[in-house]
């Protein structure tokens, strides 16, 4: 089955603790991006890459480092977490930046 | 910068009515793609539909059709024969030749039985 994977769905933790949050896809895209999802706010790109080893940043890319060594792998790492970082994050995966978006299920993330 | 806005936090409609979101974006750039995605309770994110800006036909796919208006910068979604299952939250999203995506802060949609 087609389908873009992160773990964990939940994740609590506290302010300073690294964490990273992981991206996985088997549908061979090329395209794959971060996203944050915010009350009022909408979905805002953190991150994205366009293939192995060429990634850019997004509109909201403050705080955040990803890595893309292998074409299905995108992790999103928080070297260390701030409060303000609580939010619910998006992997996707697509062809190209103009194709259709495949999501992952989301991260709800709480830093106390 | 590229922006997307969608000036409807909230919009209510009939079941088998008709229903359209709005969508206005900003930006310089003649080639580029639009889309509308669903987000239903479950929080997944569904690609409703996709206009490529140099198509000057508005996009269709079953219930759902888009209105789109390039001099004005307007991608508006409408939602025909309304049903329960359409309750979800909206998002408008533009896609950069910088291979940037920017969404809309989003339009709940809510379905009356």
């Known amino acids: 089955e087609a389908q873009v994977t992160q773990n964990p769905r939940y994740l609590i933790t506290v302010t300073g603790k690294k964490l990273t949050v992981t991206c996985s896809q088997n549908m061979n895209h090329e395209y794959m991006s971060w996203y944050r999802q915010d009350p009022g706010l909408g979905l805002r790109q953190i991150y994205y890459?366009?293939?192995?080893?060429?990634?850019d940043k997004g509109d909201v890319p403050e705080g955040y480092k990803v890595s893309r060594k292998e074409k299905r792998n995108f992790p999103l790492i928080l070297e260390s977490p701030s409060p303000n970082q609580t939010s619910l994050y998006f992997c996707?995966?697509?062809?190209?930046?103009?194709?259709?978006?495949?999501f992952g299920p989301g991260t709800r993330l709480t830093v106390l | 910068a590229q922006t997307v806005t969608q000036s409807q936090p909230e919009m209510s409609v009939q079941e088998a009515e008709t229903v359209t979101l709005s969508c206005t974006y900003d930006?310089?750039?003649?080639?580029?793609?639009l889309f509308w995605y669903k987000q239903p309770p479950s929080r997944q994110m569904i690609l409703v539909i996709r206009?490529?800006?140099?198509?000057?036909q508005n996009a269709t796919e079953n219930r759902f059709s888009v209105n789109f208006q390039k001099a004005a910068k307007s991608f508006s979604l409408k939602i025909s024969d309304s049903q329960l299952g359409d309750a979800a939250m909206y998002f408008c999203?533009?896609?950069?030749?910088?291979?940037?995506?920017?969404f809309g802060a989003g339009t709940i949609l809510r379905v009356k039985s």
């Open positions: 890459s366009m293939n192995v080893e060429v990634t």
């Open positions: 206009q490529e800006a140099y198509k000057q």
């Open positions: 930006t310089s750039e003649s080639d580029y793609y």
């Open positions: 999203a533009y896609s950069t030749r910088g291979n940037k995506l920017v």
């Open positions: 996707a995966s697509s062809l190209t930046s103009n194709n259709e978006q495949f």
